[in-house]
């Protein structure tokens, strides 16, 4: 599949991504998307959050360690992405752990205003309405066709929907996109799914018209990426960091001729 021309986007425009994210993997969301040649900011605070929002090309929120205070400048975010019509994509990190959780996601998603949910196999089928549970921020087992869920989460929300894996789905109503590249290393980094998601910002916020696209074509990217930086460094810190190098140094020619997307049948 032809996605070159979505990673020309991001370097070409440098788009602006403004993180409301989860403080664990702040500094590694900054720097993946600095290494992508784009620009992150990360302003939390409710007084300036959704003026912040305003100057981007894209908002990045990840609900990985709430506070009501961080509630508040998310929902603010969204109202002014909204106006300006600018892509929010939501991580739903730990939907399905705590009743808490599924309440905020809740509440995100009822603004109207999510461009892409994003969320590993439970949290996307917990946001989906099944009974399913998230062992903290680690998948549950979820025994229905995440296919289906994803297109069906998709079409009620009127938003694309990427799940994450061993296999990425990113999913519209209609058609869902499969992408198979990455290595099973990525499992054993503390921020590689957060870090997804600020790619996944970047890609969209470079890319607005197709979000759905250029979502698969920044997971791809970002996968690509971590293919080559495990042939050089098998270990989970020395990855983590050729990680950042790799996508830094990946060329046009490396995701035209090594992704692994494909339209789900």
């Known amino acids: 599949m032809k996605l070159d021309h979505f990673l020309l986007a991001v370097r070409e425009k440098h788009p602006l991504v403004h993180h409301i994210t989860n403080w664990v993997t702040i500094y590694d969301c900054a720097q993946i998307v600095k290494s992508l040649g784009a620009?992150?900011?990360?302003?939390?605070?409710?007084?300036?959050?959704d003026a912040m929002t305003t100057l981007g090309s894209a908002l990045v929120l990840n609900i990985g360690t709430l506070t009501s205070d961080l509630i508040a400048s998310m929902k603010r975010s969204i109202e002014a992405a909204k106006h300006k019509r600018i892509p929010v994509v939501l991580d739903v990190c730990g939907a399905g752990a705590t009743v808490f959780r599924d309440r905020v996601c809740a509440e995100l998603l009822d603004t109207n205003g999510v461009t892409v949910i994003k969320g590993n196999a439970s949290e996307i089928a917990r946001v989906a309405g099944l009974s399913v549970a998230t062992r903290g921020v680690d998948t549950g087992h979820v025994r229905e066709d995440l296919v289906a869920v994803a297109k069906g989460l998709a079409k009620t929300r009127n938003a694309v929907v990427v799940v994450t894996g061993e296999r990425d789905i990113v999913a519209t109503a209609d058609t869902a996109y499969l992408v198979a590249n990455g290595h099973p290393i990525m499992a054993k980094v503390v921020g590689t799914g957060c870090m997804a998601n600020s790619v996944i910002g970047t890609f969209v916020g470079a890319s607005p018209e197709n979000p759905a696209l250029a979502a698969a074509a920044g997971l791809a990217a970002y996968e690509i990426a971590a293919e080559q930086a495990a042939a050089?460094?098998?270990?989970?810190?020395?990855?983590?960091?050729?990680?950042?190098?790799?996508?830094?140094?990946?060329?046009?020619?490396?995701?035209a001729t090594r992704n692994q997307v494909t339209v789900a049948a």
């Open 39 to 49: 620009s992150p900011v990360m302003a939390h605070a409710s007084e300036e959050a």
């Open 232 to 255: 050089l460094c098998p270990t989970p810190m020395a990855f983590k960091h050729a990680l950042f190098d790799c996508l830094y140094a990946l060329t046009v020619e490396d995701l």
